[in-house]
Antibody, heavy 119, light 113 residues
């Protein structure tokens, strides 16, 4: 069974940093492209970042470019999102999502971890 | 960036009736070399992550009931639920994966009339 478990969320002050993790199981993590997608409270979905299986292809939404860094450790079956210079508008549930094999379509999603940026 | 616009924002349909949700992209998401539309539909229930329903605009994900169907090409797409069931109450999102940033529509909230 495919499982994606996010962790690392919490309350952080504006300007602060946080590192999210996503632990994958039930599939060969090293062969799949992975994404981070976020959802502000009561709002819609916003794609944040994508990383290919070998970390050669990385893209970010303009809203986080230069502040967030996506990475992965295939030996640990883990995906990460380093978030720096956090703003109130970064407050959201952050989901990690796996792309379908060979396609750019997130098919499995974790339950998400809540990040709250507030003083 | 490709802007995705859904209509309506909310919709109330009687049980057993048809529900139709529209999605329009600001530029074509049809890739001519493979004739595929890079458009997906997701269902999200409160407190849950999104669930993939449809990809390539009209291909149903494994395990999705056949009352869900997707259609359209280029810039105009439709998600149809042929006979609404109580468990279909949710918010539905379209998403383009033609290029980054991958963008979602604003969502359509579907309720029972």
């Amino acid at each position: 069974e495919v499982q994606l478990v996010e962790s690392g969320g919490g309350l952080v002050k504006p300007g602060g940093s946080l590192r999210l993790s996503c632990e994958a199981s039930g599939f060969t993590f090293s062969t799949y492209t992975m994404n981070w997608v976020r959802q502000a409270p009561g709002k819609g979905l916003e794609w944040v970042s994508v990383i290919s299986s070998g970390s050669t292809y990385i893209h970010y939404a303009d809203s986080v470019k230069g502040r967030f860094t996506i990475s992965r450790d295939n030996a640990k079956n883990s995906l990460y999102l380093q978030m720096n210079s956090l703003r109130a508008e970064d407050t959201a549930v952050y989901y990690c999502a796996r792309d379908r094999s060979g396609d750019d379509i997130p098919d499995y999603w974790g339950q998400g971890t809540l990040v709250t940026v507030s003083s | 960036d490709i802007v995705m616009t859904q209509s309506p924002d909310s919709l109330a349909v009687s049980l057993g009736e048809r529900a139709t949700i529209n999605c329009k992209s600001s530029q074509s998401v049809l890739y001519n070399s493979n004739n595929k539309n890079y458009l997906a539909w997701y269902q999200q229930k409160p407190g849950q992550p999104p669930k993939l329903l449809i990809y390539w605009a009209s291909t149903r994900e494994s395990g999705v009931p056949d009352r869900f169907s997707g259609s359209g090409s280029g810039t105009d797409f439709t998600l149809t639920i042929s006979s609404l069931q109580a468990e279909d109450v949710a918010t539905y999102y379209c998403q383009q994966y033609y290029n980054t940033p991958y963008t979602f529509g604003q969502g359509t909230k579907l309720e029972i009339k």
